[in-house]
């Protein structure tokens, strides 16, 4: 039997809270993220991580330090235990692949490494990776890679000089065709039309007698 399905977030209590709303739009628009439910699997990630915390409270000294190893590892800034305690959901968000994307400058904005991400145009090593909330280690950070190059702007001088000078020929072209087809035109003769010639009758032989007589 396939395992049950659960949801790995909580809906907040109060739905309509004015000040937590605020501040999810302030981290949705920051991190570029698709929508809320992220930030909630995010704080879900941080309850998790407090919770293993607690436990490690009555436990042995190498424990705890094997487990401050493991977060340090994850790429979270703590030292010793009570660090731990005060990590934020922001800590998670800041590790997301389409964060550390955004923050090696491989994209413009946000929304961009998302959107690079989800198209299977960014890697870690050899293995192509299209989930933009998948948590970056610190080993795995310098790894990370674009699958394609993107291409500058050109905005040099001499490319602007040369649009210029294409744009005035492709104007003075027309201007050229219609003067030689008016010289060609003027050069050619009309054709001379022949008028149909009329029959002779008996009528036309009398008027040309009568017009002899008089001269």
């Known amino acids: 039997m396939p395992k049950r399905k659960r949801k790995k977030y909580s809906r907040p ?5 004015k000040a937590r709303i605020q501040e999810e739009n302030l981290l949705r628009d920051k991190y570029g ?8 699997k995010a704080d879900a990630a941080i309850a998790r991580i407090r919770n293993l915390v607690k436990q490690l409270i009555t436990k042995p000294e190498e424990e705890k330090k094997a487990f401050v ?3 340090q590892t994850k790429g979270f800034k703590v030292n010793n235990i009570a660090d731990s305690l005060a990590l934020d959901k922001e800590d998670w968000l800041k590790r997301r ?4 994307v955004f923050s090696k ?3 413009r904005t946000p929304k961009q490494a998302r959107q690079l991400v989800a198209h299977k145009q960014v890697s870690i090593g050899n293995k ?3 989930i933009p909330s998948y948590q970056v280690s610190l080993e795995q950070e310098p790894e990370i890679k674009l699958n394609i190059v993107l291409k500058k702007p050109k905005n ?6 040369e649009k210029i000078e294409e744009a005035k020929s492709e104007e003075i072209k027309p201007v050229e065709e219609i003067a030689e087809k008016t010289e060609t035109k003027e050069q050619t003769p009309k054709p001379i039309e022949k008028q149909p010639e009329q029959p002779i009758t008996n009528t036309n032989k009398i008027e040309k007698v009568k017009e002899k007589e008089n001269a």
């Open 105 to 107: 400058k491989l994209a």
């Open 13 to 17: 209590q109060r739905p309509f809270d």
């Open 128 to 130: 192509t990776i299209n």
């Open 33 to 40: 993220l698709k929508n809320k439910k992220e930030i909630w």
């Open 97 to 100: 692949l389409q964060t550390i």
């Open 69 to 71: 190893k493991k977060l």
């Open 156 to 161: 040099s001088k001499k490319d602007s000089k």
